[in-house]
T-cell receptor, first 113, second 109 residues
């Protein structure tokens, strides 16, 4: 089985712009979670989608949003980028979510200038 | 709110020495999982512990889940340079993950 894929792998944006990141889960997996990873903060949970519905949400501002499509692919959008949004964004998929083992993608490294 | 604390944040060991990282939750967990992230890589699942007091081994790695299901530890015996990376615990309660801050392990050859 192919693993979790994320596109793009690297991205440079400027403050105020918006960005959309994409995640394709492992075939058959219906849950996709998104995390922000920064050197000082570790892995911070953004949200989880299951069957096109947001099931859980972390403590991030409304500038961070996501969605999931019927084929379980997920996108994450960040509007009005700030310098502090520079991070590695990881998505992880699992069959049913709910605490099951998560399989992480390689991440998208976002740099905001 | 739910918190999972992990210590130490960093650990440098001489190759061949042992290493332990500890994870503590503020609330009882339904299970705990451990992940390893190599430098420049992404977290990779290592193991899941579900039962109170559970101990599991993977070669030189020993994982423990506390009796109260609030703490866990990962112990590596005789570290090797291939053990380098950041080890994360992830506590699961309800249907949500709470990742620890990770322990970055450096192994000095």
């Amino acid at each position: 089985k192919a693993g979790v894929t994320q596109t793009p792998r690297y991205l440079i944006k400027t403050r105020g712009q918006q960005v959309t990141l994409s995640c394709s889960p492992i075939s058959g997996h219906r849950s996709v979670s998104w995390y922000q990873q920064t050197p000082g903060q570790g892995l911070q949970f953004l949200f989880e989608y299951f069957s096109e519905t947001q099931r859980n949400k972390g403590n991030f501002p409304g500038r961070f949003s996501g969605r999931q499509f019927s084929n379980s692919r997920s996108e994450m959008n960040v509007s009005t980028l700030e310098l502090g949004d520079s991070a590695l964004y990881l998505c992880a998929s699992s069959f049913g979510g709910g605490g099951e083992t998560q399989y992480f993608g390689p991440g998208t490294r976002l740099l905001v200038l | 709110g739910q918190q999972v604390m992990q210590i130490p944040q960093y650990q440098h060991v001489q190759e061949g020495e042992d290493f332990t990282t500890y994870c503590n939750s503020s609330t009882t967990l339904s299970n705990i999982q451990w992940y390893k992230q190599r430098p420049g890589g992404h977290p990779v699942f290592l193991i899941q512990l579900v039962k109170s007091g559970e101990v599991k081994k993977q070669k030189r790695l020993t994982f423990q889940f506390g009796e109260a299901k609030k703490n866990s530890s990962l112990h590596i015996t005789a570290t090797q340079t291939t053990d380098v990376g950041t080890y994360f615990c992830a506590g699961v309660t309800g249907n949500q993950f709470y990742f620890g801050t990770g322990t970055s392990l450096t192994v000095i050859p």
